[in-house]
């Protein structure tokens, strides 16, 4: 019983800290609708710099 409450404490816990994630900055407009931001076209070229420069390929 003590491991499975262990367990659900660690799971409640978010792995992913959003805080300083790509997606987050420089957003230039948000979808009226759906709320979904828009990235500026320099944000764009930067994920997709960082993405080519640290493919496993």
């Known amino acids: 019983m ?3 409450k ?3 404490k660690f799971a409640a816990n ?3 800290r959003h805080d300083t994630a ?3 900055g420089h957003i ?3 979808k009226p609708q759906s709320n979904v ?3 500026s076209e320099e944000s764009v ?3 997709k710099e960082w ?3 640290n493919s496993l390929s």
Do not use: G, Y
Request: glycine share 0%.
């Open 37 to 39: 931001p828009i990235p």
């Open 45 to 47: 070229q930067n994920a």
């Open 28 to 30: 230039e407009s948000v």
């Open 51 to 53: 993405v080519d420069t």
């Open 14 to 16: 978010p792995i992913e």
């Open 2 to 4: 003590a491991e499975n």
């Open 6 to 8: 262990s367990r659900e």
């Open 22 to 24: 790509a997606w987050r």
